[in-house]
T-cell receptor, first 113, second 113 residues
């Protein structure tokens, strides 16, 4: 299957700082990427849909000014968690479609102290 | 956000046993995908289904797209210890490139020797 990478795999930051997470499709181009958040022992919840060259579409309840998404190329989308707080600590996973299938990155564990 | 009903929530089985789990939705889906997630990692695509009634196998795994298009099941035959993990179903209502996946609540599988 297609490969999606994420960087970093984990990050610890202080409250109030911003953190950027990168998502890359390694062997295919993705006009659309998706960002999910997963809390312990829960399912994946879609945060936003990232569209190359245009604004992201956010799910209800997700603050677009807090979770900045930039999809600057067909292989790269970034998620920036601005002014992070402890409640933002979670597992963030990106995903990209290759044809009809959808592949996920390995996830980024964010811990905000 | 919307989630699919997935059952059972967890299973504790012995090595060699067969496993069955299912997913139901109130909406009609055009695509059903089954994923396995290991701790601290992103979901890995196991099987993709695109047509009502479709039955697809991947090694010891078999999945079916329900005739009503509102359900799907996954069977694992002759389970082995490495089958341990969380299995998620996911459905997509339409085929557009930006169409979203809705995830099931997950089935946690534990296998004993």
């Amino acid at each position: 299957g297609a490969v999606v990478s994420q960087h970093p795999s984990w990050v610890i930051c202080k409250s109030g700082t911003s953190v950027k997470i990168e998502c890359r499709s390694l062997d295919f181009q993705a006009t659309t990427m998706f960002w999910y958040r997963q809390f312990p022992k829960q399912s994946l919840m879609l945060m936003a849909t990232s569209n190359e060259g245009s604004k992201a579409t956010y799910e209800q309840g997700v603050e677009k000014d807090k979770f900045l998404i930039n999809h600057a190329s067909l292989t790269l989308s970034t998620l920036t968690v601005t002014s992070a707080h402890p409640e933002d600590s979670s597992f963030y996973i990106c995903s990209a479609r290759a044809g009809r299938e959808q592949f996920f990155g390995p996830g980024t564990r964010l811990t905000v102290l | 956000g919307q989630q699919l009903n997935q059952s059972p929530q967890s299973m504790f089985i012995q090595e060699g046993e067969d496993v069955s789990m299912n997913c139901t939705s109130s909406s009609i889906f055009n695509t059903w995908l089954w994923y396995k997630q290991d701790p601290g990692e992103g979901p890995v695509l196991l099987i993709a289904l695109y047509k009502a009634g479709e039955l697809t196998s991947n090694g010891r795994l078999t999945a079916q797209f329900g005739i009503t298009r509102k359900d799907s099941f996954l069977n694992i035959s002759a389970s082995i210890p490495s089958d341990v993990g969380i299995y998620f179903c996911a459905g997509r209502e339409n085929t557009g490139t930006a169409s979203k996946l809705t995830f099931g609540t997950g089935t946690r599988l534990q296998v004993t020797l």
